[in-house]
Structure formats: C-alpha cells, structure tokens
Nanobody, 116 residues
Framework: VQLVESGGGLVQPGDFLNLSCAAS????????MKWHRQAPGKARELVAY????????LFLDSVKGRFTISRDNAKSTVYLQMNSLRPDDTAVYYC??????????WGQGTRVTVSS
C-alpha cells in the first residue's frame, strides 16, 4: 500500500496550491479519502473528507469556501485544491485512506508553508 502526496511548497498569503495524493496497492475506489494537517506544535486535524464515489465531502470550518477536495478513481488519486492561503494554513498535509474501522492508510505528508 502506498499513498504519495505531492504539490506542497512555499507560497505567499493569498496564493493557491494544489495537492495530489497518488494511491496504489488497495482498491482505491472503495475507500473514503481524507486530508489532514499538522502545524508545528499542534495536534493533527482533519481538513477535508470525500466519500468513495465523490458524491459527498466535508470540510474543516476554517477552510470552507477556500479548499476543495476531489478524486479521480480511474487514476487512484485524490486532490486538495487550496485557495486564498493564509499563514495559519502552514502545516504538513497528510493523505489518509479509510474503509470502515479496519483499514486506515497514511501517506508521508507534504509540507505547505504560507509566508510573506
């Protein structure tokens, strides 16, 4: 099983970034997918979730209206489009695949830094 995040980097406030998470080794289209983040000195928090079919999504209140989550089951990839980035979005962003309470896979994370 592999989840490989990409797309992080250093941007200025107000900029955008598009994160990707490429999955392999499990039936991606059966799994709900989540993006979490962990800022320095803070607990990891759930940023966004998308159902296995992509028909439903949930967002952390502080990113609603700025972030979009999507998935391409044919490519086994989930995306996080982040607009109007703020310094408090600075964190390591992790991709997470879940199926019930039994299966739970994590990527290694990609760092996002928002600073002027």
């Amino acid at each position: 099983v592999q989840l490989v995040e990409s797309g992080g980097g250093l941007v200025q406030p107000g900029d955008f970034l598009n994160l990707s998470c490429a999955a392999s080794g499990f039936p991606f289209s059966s799994y709900g997918m989540k993006w979490h983040r962990q800022a320095p000195g803070k607990a990891r928090e759930l940023v966004a979730y998308i159902s296995s079919t992509g028909s439903s999504a949930l967002f952390l209140d502080s990113v609603k209206g700025r972030f979009t989550i999507s998935r391409d089951n044919a490519k086994s990839t989930v995306y996080l489009q982040m607009n109007s980035l703020r310094p408090d979005d600075t964190a390591v962003y992790y991709c997470n695949a879940v199926l019930g309470t039994t299966y739970n896979y994590w990527g290694q994370g990609t760092r996002v830094t928002v600073s002027s």
